[in-house]
């Protein structure tokens, strides 16, 4: 198990990075260093004998944090910034049909279940929408208004008559 990054080697996060119980002062869960941030190598070790973990130094955001190679690419190497994460809420910008039925409307409102960068020029999303969960590409999706204070005032029976609230 040889690494593929060495000591001073500049990576770039591919993934969201959370707290798994291990970094001190943060809860578990906690989001550590958001997908897209550069740091630098500066110690490898392994986990369980199989798994390599690099500690990684993030000058920018002040912090240190164990990252899994499956993680990481190189700095330089080809890039783009998805536009949406986890929980954010979006719009479609097109109708959405399973075979013949519509399941949602241009301008409905889903929300981000997950990223998807297999292809970098071509960023995909696990989207919920209207009670289905599907893959999109970000072209099809625009992000949804802010929500504002009247937003957040709705009554119970119009909030239990929406079906609750996905926020």
């Not at 897209?36 to 990684?56: A, H, K, M, P």
Request: a negative charge; aromatic letters at 8%.
């Amino acid at each position: 198990m040889r690494p593929k990054y060495e000591y001073g080697s500049e990576v770039r996060l591919i993934r969201n990075v959370r707290n798994d119980g291990t970094y001190p002062g943060t809860e578990v869960g906690e989001l550590l260093m958001r997908r897209g941030e550069v740091g630098c190598v500066y110690d490898v070790g392994t986990y369980l004998q199989d798994q390599l973990i690099y500690r990684v130094h993030f000058l920018e955001a002040g912090r240190t944090v164990g990252c899994r190679e499956e993680e990481l690419i190189a700095a330089d190497a080809e890039w783009i910034q998805n536009r949406f994460e986890f929980r954010d809420k979006v719009l479609i910008l097109c109708d959405l049909r399973m075979g013949e039925q519509l399941i949602a409307s241009k301008g409905d409102q889903g929300e981000i279940e997950g990223v998807l960068r297999d292809d970098q020029r071509d960023i995909q999303y696990n989207l919920y929408i209207n009670g289905h969960s599907i893959c999109i590409p970000e072209r099809a999706l625009a992000a949804a208004p802010a929500r504002t204070e009247a937003d957040d005032s709705v009554d119970a029976a119009t909030e239990a008559a929406r079906g609750g609230d996905y926020g």
